[in-house]
């Protein structure tokens, strides 16, 4: 059996690369072989090899994976865009089977499956189907990454019954602190925990390295924890 997770946000730019390399690196030290994949990336830069999905890029080294990054990341398009809007642009068409299946092209049993969707849970993948769907297709659990700051607790409450209401499971929620400095008062860590009713991750403070987040408020634990977690979680075990 493949254990995995699917990445996503609250919105963009909340932070799912740098999580989602962050696990691969965890994972891959504790033993497994992480399978990265961001299927779809759209703002890529052009390069001589063509466009070059940065994010992918990112997971594929944290992974240490020797897999062509055309596998990693088959789909690239060049404007910063909705992927549906990109591929609108781009005269590709999107096609939610072919993504779903280019995420499992070479994943074998043992295998740990990353996989870093495109922009927020709701967001449009394809011109009839949401993120959402992919995740619903790939029966992955849901990881939740959304930025520390004003209005986290909206969004977190609001995706998250979206994930549930499909069926996911959902594997966590990342507090990710993109931005220096937020308000000393506020601790959507603790009122988030509150609400769920379940543990909150706080991500690493803004400028300093992935790896030495500390649980805060004892409310939150390390992303060594979540790995260890997910590395294990092969036979759908609810989370708690």
């Known amino acids: 059996m493949t254990a995995g997770v ?3 946000g609250t919105d963009t730019g909340v932070g ?3 999580i989602g390399a962050a696990l691969a690196h965890l994972l891959t030290q504790g033993g497994r072989r992480v399978r990265p994949r961001k299927p779809l990336e759209s703002g890529c830069v052009p390069g001589p090899d063509g466009l070059h999905p940065q994010d992918a890029a990112a997971l594929r080294e944290a992974a240490g994976s020797l897999e062509p990054l055309d596998r990693v990341c088959p ?3 060049e404007a910063p865009l909705s992927p549906d809007r990109a591929a609108a642009l781009a005269g590709i068409s999107l096609d939610l089977e072919r993504l779903t299946q280019a995420c499992r092209a070479g994943v074998e049993d043992g295998d740990f499956l990353l996989v870093e969707g495109a922009g927020g849970f709701c967001s ?13 297709a790939l029966q992955l659990p849901v990881l939740l990454v959304t930025a520390d700051r004003l209005g986290a607790i909206h969004q977190v409450l609001v995706t998250v019954e979206a994930i549930e209401r499909r069926g996911l499971r959902l594997a966590g929620v990342v507090l990710n602190q993109v931005v220096p400095g937020p308000d000393p008062r506020m601790d959507n860590a603790a009122d988030l925990a509150s609400r769920l009713g379940r543990e909150v991750i706080v991500g690493v403070p803004h400028g300093q390295t992935q790896g030495t987040a500390q649980p805060r408020h004892g409310t939150a634990f390390s992303l060594t924890g979540l790995a260890d977690r997910l590395a294990a979680d092969i036979h759908g075990r609810p989370w708690a």
């Open 16 to 18: 799912k690369t740098w």
């Open 124 to 136: 449009p993948l394809t011109a009839d189907h949401l993120n959402a769907d992919l995740a619903v």
């Open 75 to 77: 789909y690239r398009l």
């Open 6 to 8: 699917f990445i996503t």
